[in-house]
Antibody, heavy 119, light 110 residues
């Protein structure tokens, strides 16, 4: 049974880079049936898609975040990662990793991790 | 200013039927892309509720149903129960190669 788990620092300073990793267990990240994605949710607000990646490395980013986002995959570790540069307080949110089906719906979610941007 | 527009809140009494709308545009729902729905209970991660406009994953009660027409979609919940109180989000695909969510709708069971 596939499971996803986010990990990374819970506190990041303004102007620095936020880095998170999602570890996939119970299955292979190299499956051709899935994409992998990141979604965030600021406290008390709605969901925002950040971007997605295929195991081959093809990436798709939210146009509003594209200039600051990098998503990568490490098939040897069964992990994919998120980097968000030049963060501000507006990037404070719960960050979720998720499995994305080829018809672009999020079938399985991690539990989420809160990242706070503060000095 | 979400790409997909949902009402901020809806409410209903136990046993009643409620609907939640999701309005998009010609670059997403109107372009023929599927609409998907998620339920987020307080303090938990979202859970897939409806995929491909009207399909329920295994384990989702048939009280939940989805439909799509033109540039809009709807989620209907019949036989409302207290446990249905949650936030609901629609999501689709956009021709800008993105996967936008609606702003979310808070369902209150009176």
């Amino acid at each position: 049974q596939l499971q996803l788990q986010e990990s990374g620092p819970g506190l990041v300073k303004p102007s620095e880079t936020l880095s998170l990793t999602c570890t996939v267990s119970g299955g292979s990240i190299s499956s051709s049936s899935y994409y992998w994605g990141w979604i965030r949710q600021p406290p008390g607000k709605g969901l925002e898609w950040i971007g997605s990646i295929y195991y081959s490395g093809s990436t798709y980013y939210n146009p509003s975040l594209k200039s600051r986002v990098t998503i990568s995959v490490d098939t040897s570790k069964n992990q994919f990662s998120l980097k968000l540069s030049s963060v501000t307080a507006a990037d404070t949110a719960v960050y979720y990793c998720a499995l994305l089906r080829v018809h672009w719906y999020f079938d399985l979610w991690g539990r989420g991790t809160l990242v706070t941007v503060s000095s | 200013q979400s790409v997909l527009t949902q009402p901020p809140s809806v409410s209903g009494a136990p046993g009643q039927r409620v609907t939640i709308s999701c309005t998009g545009s010609s670059s997403n729902i109107g372009a023929g892309y599927d609409v998907h729905w998620y339920q987020q209970l307080p303090g938990t991660a979202p859970k897939l509720l409806i995929y491909g406009n009207s399909n329920r994953p295994s384990g989702v009660p048939d009280r939940f149903s989805g439909s799509k027409s033109g540039t809009s979609a709807s989620l209907a919940i019949t036989g409302l129960q207290a446990e249905d109180e949650a936030d609901y989000y629609c999501q689709s695909y956009d021709s800008s190669l993105s996967a936008p969510f609606g702003g979310g709708t808070k369902l209150t069971v009176l």
